[in-house]
Each structure stands twice: as C-alpha cells, then as structure tokens.
C-alpha cells in the first residue's frame, strides 16, 4: 500500500474523518493530476478491496478538483445496482455543492437528462454553480456516447472498472472514446491479479494510453507468450511480470483489507436497491392490505409479524398467493445487485458467503451461480453432509461460494475462507443474526471483515435491519408504530 505524500494538500471536502490510507490514495490521486505541481497522468485508479472505501475517497478527490476549479462537470459510470450507491453516498459524505443526477427511464430520456442537469447550473445564481454530477450504468453509457461527448464531461469515472476488461466490446470502446476527451479519469476496482494481467490493457487505455499504448496485439506480443493447444492461452512472460507491474502501479494505488490496519475489525455497508414500479406497485398495496388487516383486528405480536413476513418475502423478490401455490418471482431488484457484487469477488479471486432467509431465494441464488459457472458449496435445511460443504468452501480453491440459510447455517460452522458476507435477506432473531456473522469473524480470520445487507429502501427491510443492529424486540417496535399514527411497513 502507498504511503501518504509528503506535500500540503487540501483536506479532504468530505463530512467523515477518513481513515490513513483513504487519505494517502486522496493525496496519490491528486499528486497524478498536478494539483499541488506538474500533472503526472490524467488518470488514475483506486485498487482498493470491498470495504476500504472506494467510494468515499473518490467523492473527496471530486470535490478537491471542483473546489481548485479543475472541474464542472462528472460522469460516473457504473453497474445499474450500484447507481444509487453513489447517490446514498454524496448525499452522506459531500461537503461541496454539487447537484447529482442518475439517468433512469427509457433511452430517450436519459438523453435528456445530463443537459437538463447542465441547464441547472446555467441557471444557478452562484457565482461558482454546483458541480454537476452524472451517474449511468455502462449499457446506457455507450448507447448515450454522442449525448454524453457533447455533455463534455471534466471528469469520467468507471466504477467496477473490471467491466471494461475486453478491450473490443461495445462498452469498453466507448469507454476509451469518451476517456480521451476528459480531462481527468478515475477507475475503481480491487485487484489487479497477475493471472489476469491481459485484463490491465483495456483499463489501462481508459486511464492513460501512454501506459501500455494503444495496441492490444503489441500488448500481447511484449508481455505474454502463445500457448495451450492453438496458440490461444497467454501466460504472461516471467520476465516481463516486474516491468508490467511495475507500470500498472505507477498510476494506481493499492489499499488490501489485511494491509489497513486502522479499519475496524467489522465494516457495515448497507447496499440500498429500490424495486422497479410493478413491483413496488405490489409492495404499497400489500401493504394498504396489511394495514387494513390491522385496523380491523387485535394488534398482536403474531399478526404484526404475519404481515411482515409476506413482504420481507417480497423485497426478496418472491410472493406466494393466498392458495398457497408456488411463489412467483415478482422482482429482480436484490439479485441484480448480488449478481454485480459476485462479478467483483470472482473478479477479484476472492471468496464470498451469501445468508439468505427463504427457499425460493436461495434456490435463485443457486440459479445465478450455476449460470456463471460457479462452484458453491450449501447448508441449508434438507442438507445432510454439512461438515463436507464447508470443507470445500474453506479448503477448495475452485469453491468460491458458499450459500447459508440463515436459520440453519449459523452454528458450528466456521467459514474463514471468506472475509466478506452478503446477507440477502433476514429474519428477525437476534440470535441468529449475530450467530450468522461469527461464521466468518472468529478465530483463524486473518482480515477484516465486511458485511453487506441488501435493503429495498423505504421498506421493512430497514426496519428488520435497524431493530437488529439496535437489538430492539422488532415487533413490539412495530406496534408502537402503528399505535402512534405511523405506518408500521413503511420508512421514510
């Protein structure tokens, strides 16, 4: 990991108090792009693991060129999951003025949209407007190229920059084209492993062209050798691994959980998704239903808990029908975003634990991994042979998965293979909740960990989420809602 530079830089415009080495990738970014002398490159990356935050510290190198005056204008592309992420977190962190607009809807009306945004400024009485901040995912990135080129971005990041790894896809060309008109690049990633070395080059060309050039063949030609049956496998040269490292890292810095020793030994990030309008169309009514239920009947713990457990089914993306038929999947919301941070882990060689409450999830979860081609290993209940699912998981390197039902996978079992648990969906014990985080936090843990909840914003699963962190008796809390006017099923 880089150490902090030893120049005067600017405090990091941020409402947090950063971490040592979130502040040294702050002041290696700004040290590239001259902001205390000569530029050095234009771009640069983040190469920070899941939790050491990535997001963070690239909003505060936003609002340090916005405050020198470098920049007006941003585009931040990302996967489509991760879109409100950057808005949850500008809102919670930015201590600049700034005006953030996600490009949602139809083509036509993302198009629409970052002149809007930039109307906005020109009509801002300030002497010094707002920056102007634009989030889009990579489909609509290099569908919108020619609406974004005439946008003329100042700054471009690429958020999960891995998705630009195939130098000649649609995305990836676009990325490189619009790359090279803004004056400065940021791409946030994890690792950079060697094995995969060939994915640097299109990255890189994002970054800074005069890293590895322009060429992908002559790329190839002067670090890896054909081999395998066809000439089709490059393995990267031994004698070349130290030179082409050596350049990855000249513009990158590198910040590994096991490397920050002044993360705390947990890192909570709670990833907000938000249903699509059909299915948020069934939430709000289920939950006039429930509400309605509740009005005409005893408020009791049981009935309270009855209602929220069709709807802790729904934010997972299923609903059964009062006949008791199989639940239809009636949302994808969680699962896309599971499936943006599986591409991340398995980018980064990484394993993962996924805890889920329901069949039907779990049973989708297995369906994602099948399709990626992914070995897992499972407990759940029906599972019988629980001590070889877990030896797989801790001890096979081509295991990088493992699925727990949270009811059934939170004892005696020991899962420190992985070092960051995704929890799908909860129930409400308390037990459970913190047994299930011990799997991967205990002895034999030799990084910090990170867990990641899925939550629907606005819904129960941030009700279940706060009265488990708060270990408050969830339904009683529910109660006391509804007692006092508010809606039991709702947040704000």
């Not at 930015?94 to 949602?104: E, W």
């Not at 019988?384 to 996978?409: H, K, L, M, Y």
Request: net charge positive; with cysteine; hydrophobic share 40%.
């Amino acid at each position: 990991m880089a150490k902090a530079l030893d120049q005067a830089f600017p405090l990091m415009p941020i409402r947090a108090g950063p971490y040592a080495h979130q502040r040294a990738a702050y002041e290696f970014a700004l040290e590239l792009y001259g902001i205390s002398g000569q530029v050095v490159s234009r771009g640069c990356a983040f190469l920070m693991d899941m939790g050491t935050g990535k997001t963070l510290t690239s909003i505060a190198v936003v609002g340090a060129l916005y405050q020198a005056d470098r920049i007006r204008r941003v585009l931040i592309v990302a996967p489509l999951s991760i879109l409100g992420v950057w808005r949850d977190e500008f809102a919670k962190f930015a201590a600049f003025d700034y005006r953030l607009v996600a490009l949602t809807g139809s083509t036509a009306k993302k198009a629409d949209m970052p002149r809007d945004a930039h109307r906005i400024v020109g009509n801002a009485n300030n002497a010094h407007p707002p920056l102007i901040i634009t989030v889009v995912n990579y489909e609509s990135a290099w569908r919108l190229e020619r609406e974004i080129i005439l946008w003329k971005p100042d700054m471009i990041i690429c958020d999960e920059g891995h998705k630009i790894k195939t130098p000649n896809t649609a995305a990836s060309k676009a990325m490189h084209r619009i790359g090279a008109r803004a004056a400065y690049r940021l791409l946030l990633t994890g690792t950079v492993i060697t094995n995969k070395a060939l994915d640097v080059f299109s990255q890189w060309k994002f970054l800074n062209p005069l890293i590895f050039g322009t060429k992908y063949s002559h790329f190839k030609a002067r670090y890896f050798d054909a081999a395998g049956y066809g000439g089709y496998t490059m393995i990267l040269k031994k004698h070349m691994e130290t030179e082409l490292m050596d350049k990855v890292h000249s513009i990158a810095f590198r910040a590994r959980k096991a490397d920050c020793l002044d993360l705390p030994e947990t890192t909570d990030i709670t990833r907000y998704v938000d249903l699509k309008p059909s299915a948020n169309r069934i939430y709000h009514d289920l939950v006039r239903e429930s509400v309605a239920e509740l009005d005409r009947g005893e408020i009791t713990v049981t009935n309270v808990l009855t209602r929220l457990l069709r709807l802790s089914q729904l934010t997972g993306g299923f609903l059964s029908d009062d006949d008791g038929g199989a639940p239809q999947q009636v949302s994808t919301a969680k699962m896309d975003a599971l499936s943006d941070i599986l591409d991340t882990m398995l980018e980064e060689g990484r394993k993962l634990v996924i805890i889920a409450r329901f069949i039907p999830e779990i049973n989708a979860i297995r369906k994602l991994l099948e399709k990626r081609g992914a070995a897992y290993s499972l407990i759940m209940g029906g599972v019988t042979d629980r001590d070889e699912q877990v030896s797989w998981f801790q001890n096979d390197v081509s295991v990088p998965v493992f699925i727990g039902q949270i009811a059934t996978a939170g004892l005696g079992v020991t899962l420190t293979a992985s070092s960051t648990m995704v929890f799908y969906s909860l129930d409400y014990s308390m037990s459970n909740f913190e047994q299930a985080k011990a799997r991967i936090h205990r002895v034999g843990q030799e990084e910090k960990c990170t867990y990641i909840y899925l939550t629907v914003r606005g819904t129960v699963d941030d009700k279940v989420l706060q009265a488990l962190r708060d270990k408050a008796d969830l339904a009683h809390s529910l109660i006391d809602d509804y007692r006092s006017g508010g809606n039991p099923f709702l947040t704000t």
